[in-house]
Every structure is written in structure tokens, then in C-alpha cells.
């Protein structure tokens, strides 16, 4: 499976980005998709995820109540609703699947090393 992120750019704190996340080949959106950020200073951290099926929604923290996940089977698409954001949100954001549909705990969702196909990333400022 491919994927190709998208959406990033530069904001005001405060302001909103739509992420994009778009996958290519057979049932490759089908799984269960995940965001991830990464900073120079920072390593890999999750951010969210989505279940396979769209039914299970989890979020890091410092994200949780601003950002909203979400998935359009129909167009092999999953979003990153990020509203509120802040300087502490500035990051390449990526895009992951574990290409499962299984059913997991929480903090399975949020280790990096369950996801085998990644997207390039994309690049969200956000200025004081």
C-alpha cells in the first residue's frame, strides 16, 4: 500500500489544517490508519489513529479535543481535523497503516513500531 500525505502548511496559533491522507492499491484504505509527528528534537509520536472499520477513534493527549480523525472509505482517504492549534503542534506529520483489521488495545495504536507502511509526511507551522 502507498500513501500519500497531504494539507500542511503554515498557520496562525489558533487556526485550523485538514490532513489528508490518501492510499493507493486494492482495500489499502481497509485497515487501520494512524497519524504520527516528528520534530528535530522530538522523536516519532503519535498522535492518532482510526480503526479499520471506523468505529474507534484514539488520541494522544495533547491532542485530544482539538484534533478529530476520520476515514472516507469511498475515496481511500483518511483526515486529520486539527482546530486550536498551537506552536507545540509544528511537525512533519505522517500517515501509517499496520494493514490489519484487528482490533487492539489503545496503547497499541500508539507505538510507531506496529505500523509497516508509511507516507512521506507533510509539514505543519504553526506561528505565534
Known amino acids: 500500500v502507498q500513501l500519500q500525505a497531504s494539507g500542511g502548511g503554515l498557520v496562525q496559533a489558533g487556526g485550523s489544517l485538514r490532513l489528508s491522507c490518501a492510499a493507493s492499491?486494492?482495500?489499502?484504505?481497509?485497515?487501520?490508519m494512524g497519524w504520527f509527528r516528528q520534530t528535530l528534537e522530538k522523536e516519532r509520536e503519535f498522535v492518532a489513529a482510526?480503526?479499520?472499520?471506523?468505529?474507534?477513534?484514539y488520541y494522544a493527549d495533547s491532542v485530544k479535543g482539538r484534533f478529530t480523525i476520520s476515514r472516507d472509505d469511498a475515496k481511500n482517504t483518511v483526515y486529520l481535523q486539527m482546530n486550536s492549534l498551537k506552536p507545540e503542534d509544528t511537525a512533519v506529520y505522517y500517515c501509517?497503516?499496520?494493514?490489519?483489521?484487528?482490533?487492539?488495545?489503545?496503547?497499541?495504536?500508539?507505538?510507531?513500531?506496529?505500523?509497516?507502511?508509511w507516507g512521506q509526511g507533510t509539514l505543519v507551522t504553526v506561528s505565534s
Open positions: 501509517a497503516t499496520d494493514r490489519t483489521r484487528g482490533y487492539y488495545s489503545a496503547f497499541y495504536y500508539s507505538v510507531a513500531s506496529n505500523y509497516d507502511s
Open positions: 492499491g486494492s482495500n489499502s484504505i481497509d485497515h487501520n
Open positions: 482510526i480503526s479499520w472499520d471506523g468505529g474507534h477513534q
